[in-house]
């Protein structure tokens, strides 16, 4: 599904190269885990992938389904099916929740050539999926993300995922600030999207997800590489020795 | 300025001044009405019509206003009606400053009494003759406003509303733009009696140039809601000045929607006599292109106990376009526990836009709370990224953003089916905003 091919990225601003040739390939079906110190270039990867700007690719490719991501815009990279949940979702004051799920789901139909969902659908779609993950409905009529919780963040971030059923699942530290119980509640939403024809890259610096959402295969990444790949007991590696054991091995 | 640059330049602006009434006529009338436009005309040839280099004029060329002979502007059709007509109201339609009785409904609504200015004019006597001409006068001073004393002497039709109850409707005005040199001067004067209530919806382009002066006597215990769009030729241009008086415990609530236009520029002068009275003025306003320019001048006086006033004005503003506000709070000696708010925001959406600001306060008493602010800022780039990432168009994901940015000002319509008509409408002008 996703396939990155000795992707190099470094930050436009800086003239600092922090991806330094990552190879990676997702298939549909699976969940591959990026774990990772701090500052190996995991967030980088997914803002990449999501098309954020200040970020100049040097050399490498990424395609979804075969074709090139790279090329284009984040509103087309979401069409196509890439989604990404932000370590930090963004408030928007002034923009009900409701609007933006509403918005972003009829503008993706639209570039799929599909007609929009009218409203009486979309109201039902919603709250069968802010149901599931507890989110109630004050909480889809206030302000995008504004004054909300970290769990209240997070899940909303699901649901989004959960309305535009995305191809491509990118979670990055979607772990943070979240105590048991709200992990619990995000993990489960996740996992109720978990099929066949659907890739995920849950990007943790923790094991602590993993135990919740069960990867397929492992990655270790540092100073912009994937330096080490496995299967789950890889994360419990990591939990129990820290980065260090993996990283001397693998210098 | 030196004596002699200052004696020049009031030379210059007696001549512009001439020139200007010598190309109008003053329309006919009964004895108060002559009197009342003879006074206007008296205070115009004093003051003399605006200059560039008036310090009131600083952020705005008034020239294309003064001048005897309107600009042309170019028809347009937005393909669509105007705001307000599916609402129950009691509909009035000018062309081109003429109020059509044909087009209108019948001046009759339970709870007011409506004529037409004319009219009352050839009455000898009448309530009009206590506001007419008088609030404007009033708001002369301390800052000359010499349009409106133009538009008292030379109005050539209008409305004039007295509100004895609560009408179980709003009054609109609907002004429609159909001749491409349509000069339109219109004169409104609303008397809201104690304890009465009205809402006043105005909407439509008006004219190639349109000059309106609307004077608002609000009683004790009275209120007065006022919505008006004015949208959406390209080419118009407009200067209109609002002059409210409020009395004690009384309510006035105006909220401005401007979309296009060259050239716009908005007064409102109010004036809080009576104790515990509230007044809040907003507007939302959207400027496309180097030749938009949008001004709004505010000035409320606190001239009673505890009272509350509030201004908000927020403004979009893209390549190019230019947006002013100047807005004073005087609290007068003796207007304890004032309440007195304003802000004036604008996104710029690109560098070639910009917004000029002059918020000012001035107050002589000691026991008030007033505040202001004004903030020129750019679009949020983490939440067009956001929206982006989530399949939504950058323009798309930017109108989203402005409207979300113009929700404060639009928070101040009171009636909340006319704010989501507003909204609605201008989130369909920004979706079509080239066409």
Redesign the interface.
Same mark, same amino acid.
Request: net charge negative; charged share 20%; aromatic share 10%.
């Given at each position: 599904m996703l396939q990155i091919n000795n992707l190099h990225v470094k930050l436009e601003e800086e003239d600092k190269q922090i991806l330094k040739g990552v190879d990676l390939t997702v298939e549909a079906g699976k969940v591959h885990a990026i774990m990772g110190p701090n500052g190996s270039g995991k967030s980088t990867l997914s803002y990449v992938l999501?098309? !954020? *700007?200040g970020y100049e690719v040097t050399d490498g490719s990424v395609t979804l389904e075969g074709e090139d991501v790279l090329e284009l *815009? @984040? *509103?087309e !990279? &979401? &069409?196509l099916g890439i +989604? #990404?949940a +932000?370590q930090y @979702?963004?408030?928007? @004051?002034?923009?009900g929740n409701m $609007? +933006?799920l509403r $918005?972003? #789901?009829n &503008?993706?139909r639209k &570039?799929k050539g599909q007609e929009e969902m009218s409203a009486a659908d979309f109201l039902k779609l919603i709250r069968e999926k802010a149901k599931d993950l507890k989110i109630d409905a004050d909480m889809l009529k206030r @302000?995008v993300n504004v004054g909300f919780s970290g769990g209240e963040k997070k899940r909303n971030e699901i649901l989004?995922m959960a309305v #535009?059923e995305p191809k491509m699942c990118i979670l990055d530290e979607t772990d943070s600030g979240l105590d048991v119980d709200a992990m619990k509640l995000v993990a489960d939403g996740v996992n109720a999207l978990r099929s066949e024809g659907r890739g995920f890259l849950v990007i943790t610096h923790y094991q602590r997800l993993l135990d919740h959402i069960v990867p397929d295969v492992v990655h270790i990444m540092a100073d912009g590489r994937i330096v080490k790949t496995g299967g789950p007991e890889l994360a419990l590696e990591v939990e129990k020795n820290g980065y260090g054991d993996i990283l001397a091995e693998v210098a | 300025m030196p004596a002699v640059a200052k004696q020049k330049l009031a030379e210059l602006k007696r001549d512009a001044t001439e020139d200007r009434l010598a190309a109008m006529s003053l329309p006919e009338g009964a004895g108060w009405a002559a009197e009342a436009r003879g006074a206007a005309l008296a205070r115009v040839r004093e003051m003399g019509l605006p200059h560039p280099r008036d310090e009131y004029w600083k952020f705005t060329r008034p020239e294309t206003l003064t001048r005897a002979e309107a600009p042309k502007a170019a028809l347009f059709d937005g393909g669509e009606p105007h705001l307000f007509h599916e609402r129950d109201r009691l509909h009035l339609v000018f062309r081109d400053g003429v109020l059509d009785m044909i087009a209108s409904d019948a001046l009759t609504l339970d709870g007011i009494e409506i004529e037409r200015l004319s009219d009352a004019m050839a009455k000898d006597i009448h309530w009009a003759r206590d506001v007419y001409g008088v609030l404007e006068s009033n708001g002369q001073n301390p800052v000359q406003r010499p349009l409106a004393a133009l538009n008292t002497a030379y109005a050539s039709d209008g409305v004039v509303i007295r509100v004895i109850g609560k009408p179980a409707k709003p009054v609109c005005l609907t002004y429609l733009h159909e001749s491409e040199d349509s000069d339109a001067i219109l004169h409104h004067v609303v008397r809201v009696e104690e304890g009465a209530e009205m809402t006043l919806l105005e909407t439509g382009p008006a004219a190639a140039r349109f000059n309106k002066v609307m004077e608002v006597d609000v009683a004790d215990n009275a209120t007065f809601h006022h919505v008006r769009a004015q949208g959406r030729d390209h080419e118009r241009r407009a200067v209109t000045g609002t002059f409210a008086r409020l009395g004690t415990e009384s309510t006035f609530k105006s909220f401005t929607m401007t979309v296009n236009g060259v050239l716009t520029r908005n007064e409102c002068v109010i004036e809080l006599t009576g104790d515990d009275a509230v007044a809040h003025v907003a507007g939302a306003c959207v400027g496309d292109g180097d030749d938009f320019h949008h001004d709004d001048t505010v000035f409320v006086t606190h001239d009673a106990v505890n009272c509350e006033s509030r201004q908000v004005f927020k403004k979009v503003l893209r390549n190019g376009a230019t947006g002013v506000f100047q807005g004073k709070i005087l609290v007068k000696e003796g207007a304890q526990k004032t309440d007195g708010y304003q802000i004036s925001q604008s996104l710029l959406l690109d560098d070639d836009s910009q917004f000029l600001a002059k918020p000012e306060l001035e107050i002589y008493a000691d026991d008030v709370a007033c505040s202001h602010g004004s903030t020129s800022g750019a679009i949020d780039e983490t939440a067009l990224f956001y929206l982006r990432s989530r399949g939504v168009p950058t323009a798309q994901a930017t109108d989203l953003l402005v409207l979300a940015f113009l929700a404060e000002a639009l928070e101040e319509i009171e009636d909340e089916s006319i704010a989501e008509e507003m909204v609605e409408r201008l989130s369909g002008w920004l979706e079509r905003r080239a066409a």
């Open positions: 999501s098309g !954020r *700007e *815009e @984040p *509103e !990279r &979401a &069409a +989604f #990404l +932000f @979702p963004v408030e928007i @004051p002034g923009v $609007t +933006f $918005t972003a #789901l &503008a993706q &570039a @302000p989004q #535009l | -």
